[in-house]
């Protein structure tokens, strides 16, 4: 019997001292929820609490680390800190979600300075700020230096548009790129567009871009000069069709200027787009009127000076009237006819007139003569005072006619010496013809060949009215060439008269 207890505690004594690695403790005690997965109750190497592991330290590429919501408080504080002591306001970045660490704000605030951005410019658009450098500014700003902004202007290029720095490369950028250069934007001229109109890389294609591209074709605008009237005055794009260019157009046709010439004029000069119409355009138009031009000439002046529905009219016009009032003696209805023959007037430096009416003053010319001169010819005031020397002592050295027919015909003095007048003459003189200034030198090569073979001197008209930077428009229809017949009015026009 003792021996038979003694075997029984051997045993119990055995069982206890069992070691703990032993295969029945790897057996899992049972899950309480069979769904969840143990490794992920086991290990949270981003909790919020404290812990060894060196991953909670480990920054992202663009915000630092992942934070919890009391961490985000004190880095909100420190950051906005950082930020008042630049100089920077940041009530602006309320509702913006800021990096985790002040280190990261500070490499954004250093890498917008040094291209340029300073502080004001930071207050003025503080949203700048919530851009990663690595995610947002370096792509975009790589790409644009890459179409052509210059890198010493990317900062002056950030300043006008700085929402630029938000926008996707791929989705925003590049679509508004293409667009440009299908529209025959040249590729060097990339740069210096967007420079120009920084707005356009936020514009959508489907919206203002096309329909303002489309309406300007439709009027007769060329397809191929849409590209340059872009290079020139990029704004073309930012209009929109109902409210700015139409109405301007309408109105314009209304004087009766052809929409053929309307659209050279906006070829050549793309910036009349741009001009207000209630603001600038109409106001400038009655005060044309208010002047003592004629409404029936109105589409005249404006195809020849475009420029003039733009200006500050009104001030340019009384000084100017003035001025031809208190020099010749002109009077308000003489200054309004100087205006509808030569619009440029309006603009001309009055030191550059005086040298002309002085030339003619010191010729002996009366002041009354050289004012019926100025009104019936307004571009002698624009001629160079060399050129006017040398057509005057030809006149008076080799023609010899008296200086009442210079008066009479002041347009003699606005041809070419060595290309017109005296080899017309050399012919005159060999063919014995003797005729008054306007009938040789008033008419084309062809007329001329004409008269001076024919067996009769044709009857003088009335003379032409003159048009400066245009072609002669003839008073009587018996002077017309045969290949003007076939033209349609609107072409005759433009061809007769083309602005400067």
Not at 136 to 154: A, D, S
Not at 174 to 182: A, D, H, K, T
Not at 314 to 335: M, R, V
Request: proline share 7%; with cysteine; net charge positive.
């Amino acid at each position: 019997m003792a021996a038979a207890l003694r075997k029984t505690q051997q045993l119990r004594s055995t069982l206890c001292k069992t070691p703990k690695n032993s295969i029945f403790t790897n057996f899992p005690k049972p899950l309480q929820n069979p769904k969840s997965t143990p490794c992920l109750q086991q290990q949270k190497p981003y909790s919020t609490k404290s812990s060894k592991f060196p991953e909670y330290e480990m920054p992202s590429v663009t915000w630092g680390v992942i934070q919890g919501r009391k961490e985000k408080l004190v880095s909100r504080v420190i950051i906005c800190d950082y930020l008042k002591s630049m100089g920077i306001i940041p009530d602006e970045l309320e509702e913006l979600e800021l990096p985790s660490t002040v280190d990261v704000m500070r490499e954004r605030v250093e890498f917008l300075q040094k291209i340029g951005i300073t502080t004001d410019d930071m207050n003025e658009y503080p949203l700048m700020l919530g851009c990663s450098v690595r995610k947002n500014i370096i792509p975009v700003l790589g790409y644009l230096e890459k179409i052509g902004i210059p890198r010493p202007r990317m900062g002056e290029f950030v300043k006008n548009y700085p929402q630029c720095l938000h926008a996707s490369v791929v989705v925003e950028l590049v679509p508004v790129v293409r667009f440009l250069r299908g529209l025959d934007v040249e590729k060097q001229d990339l740069g210096y567009v967007l420079m120009k109109y920084p707005e356009l890389l936020g514009f959508k294609l489907e919206g203002t871009m096309s329909t303002s591209v489309a309406y300007l074709v439709s009027i007769g605008v060329n397809p191929r000069d849409i590209g340059p009237m872009i290079t020139q005055y990029p704004y073309i794009l930012g209009m929109r069709v109902g409210t700015m260019i139409k109405p301007l157009v309408d109105y314009l046709v209304s004087f009766g200027l052809p929409k053929k010439i309307l659209c050279r004029m906006f070829e050549k000069r793309a910036y009349i787009l741009g001009y207000n119409l209630e603001e600038t355009v109409k106001p400038n138009i009655d005060c044309l009127l208010s002047f003592g031009v004629k409404k029936e000439l109105l589409a005249s002046i404006i195809a020849q000076y475009p420029q003039i529905i733009g200006l500050p009219l009104k001030a340019k016009l009384s000084s100017q009237q003035y001025f031809f009032n208190l020099k010749l003696k002109i009077d308000p209805d003489g200054f309004a006819r100087v205006v509808e023959k030569m619009p440029q007037i309006v603009s001309l430096n009055q030191n550059l007139i005086m040298k002309s009416i002085d030339f003619l003053l010191g010729r002996g010319i009366l002041v009354e003569d050289v004012a019926k001169m100025v009104i019936k010819c307004p571009q002698l005031v624009a001629l160079q005072v060399g050129l006017m020397k040398n057509s005057y002592y030809f006149f008076k050295s080799e023609i010899g006619r008296p200086l009442k027919e210079l008066v009479e015909f002041p347009e003699y003095l606005t041809y070419s010496l060595e290309s017109r007048i005296k080899p017309r003459y050399l012919k005159l003189q060999s063919k014995g013809i003797r005729c008054s200034l306007a009938w040789f030198l008033n008419c084309s090569d062809q007329r001329f060949e004409e008269r001076i073979k024919g067996a009769y001197i044709e009857a003088e008209s009335n003379g032409p009215s003159f048009f400066m930077g245009g072609k002669l428009e003839l008073p009587g229809g018996d002077i017309v060439s045969e290949d003007e017949e076939d033209e349609s009015d609107d072409e005759i026009l433009y061809r007769r008269t083309v602005s400067l």
